[in-house]
């Protein structure tokens, strides 16, 4: 589904991530983990072309239209005076648009997704009078109302209650189990074992990629924490002619 090649992306010239080369397949659910200022969140947004990148290629095998996208809460205004119902609306903007209108079918894909994130009767609510918990259930509504092939998701259970954190999980299990492609920024490697099969742990290069039991060894993440704290922000980045994004 994603193919990342030789990868390199930089913010004022000191690289984020570093020649990270590999494959999310189509179907995969995959935690991305590693150090604070390893490039988890950096490699989403290179993703979903919301960054610039510096070298190498990323390759997205389906459209922009079929993919969502949930930020961390810390990207989002809240004070935007918008309501629940239409912010859940936004997610059928990729096939919407700016002129299509909003018509009963899409009234009732918000009301299903409002009641399946556990939010029936918030439809009214404005946004920044919700709890962080209820603003995130909002946020995964949003993402099922997309439908999408590839959802990428940065840190979506941080600072959740547990009751919350089990229900958005078992929505990230019931559309890894629709073949849907997920990939998901962590911080809670217990969390991990548990419920990703897939692991890339970064240091803003790769440390290790493959199946979650095998990545996540004590070696592993020593190195990665080495890595992090050996990281030279001074050094020049690499130079490279390809900077091509698809």
């Known amino acids: 589904m994603v193919t990342l090649d030789n990868l390199t992306v930089s913010y004022r010239q000191h690289p984020a991530l570093h020649h990270v080369s590999g494959q999310f397949a189509p179907g995969s659910l995959t935690a991305v983990i590693g150090p604070n200022g390893s490039g988890k969140s950096t490699l989403l947004k290179s993703i979903m072309a919301l960054l610039p990148i510096s070298g190498g290629r990323i390759t997205v095998s389906t459209p922009r239209t079929r993919m969502a996208y949930l930020p961390q809460q810390a990207d989002i205004d809240r004070s935007f005076p918008i309501d629940v119902r239409d912010c859940v609306l936004l997610g059928c903007w990729p096939t919407v648009g700016a002129w299509g209108g909003v018509n009963q079918a899409l009234l009732a894909r918000v009301t299903t997704a409002l009641r399946t994130v556990g939010l029936e009767g918030f439809e009214h609510r404005p946004i920044g009078a919700l709890s962080s918990g209820q603003f995130q259930r909002v946020l995964f509504a949003r993402v099922l109302v997309q439908d999408a092939d590839l959802i990428l998701l940065d840190e979506p ?90």
């Open 157 to 246: 259970f941080n600072a959740m209650d547990s009751k919350t954190t089990a229900a958005l999980l078992a929505l990230v299990q019931q559309w890894h189990q629709q073949q849907r492609t997920v990939i998901a920024v962590l911080h809670d490697d217990v969390q991990v074992r548990e419920h990703f099969p897939q692991t890339l742990l970064l240091a803003r290069e790769v440390v290790a990629w493959g199946d979650t039991a095998q990545v996540l060894t004590e070696p592993h993440l020593r190195q990665a924490r080495a890595w992090a704290e050996a990281w030279d922000d001074t050094a020049e980045i690499c130079n490279t002619d390809e900077k091509v994004a698809a």
